[in-house]
Structures are given as structure tokens and as C-alpha cells.
């Protein structure tokens, strides 16, 4: 794991309950989201490696949100990572 994805509380943005890291150079990013866990809300951490499978996450979660609103969170982190990851791929020509 990336420096920038091992601090999210420096290097993330919060959405709701919800806070991305994106990590430009290795084209990845890491969603850290309050769930409901057994006893008490447990913090999940999900790594996404591609444009591809932000944009599958994204669509997961924006189907949920309409009943969850942490996955509205998660959907907002997600649209979010997508636009930098795509930004900086785009500038660098690929």
C-alpha cells in the first residue's frame, strides 16, 4: 500500500462517511466507509485498482444508495477517484 493510502485522515477526501484516497501514479484508489457491523459500526477499507472496476463499484453503489446512505457516500468517493484517476491519465497522454 501506497504512502498516500496509509494516512487517508491527511491525504483523503470525506464524503459523508465515506473517505477516498486516490493514488494517481499507481492508478488506484482505496474507499475507507463506516458499516454496520455485528455490534457496533466497523471501518471497511476497499481498494479498487482500475478505472474499470471504480466504474463497477460505482455502479454497485449508486444502485444502493437509494436505500443506504453510506452508499451514497461511497458512490460520491467513487465518482470522485474516477474523475482524478481519468484527469491525470489524460494528461499524461494514455
Known sequence: MSNIHADPAT???????????VDPIAGDCVVHALRPGPVMPVMRSTRLHS?????????VQSGLAATDPIAADVARALKFAGQQLKAHQEGRGQ
Open 51 to 59: 478505472l474499470d472496476e471504480i466504474h463497477g463499484a460505482y455502479q
Open 11 to 21: 491525504n483523503g477526501t470525506t464524503f459523508g462517511k465515506a473517505t477516498v484516497t
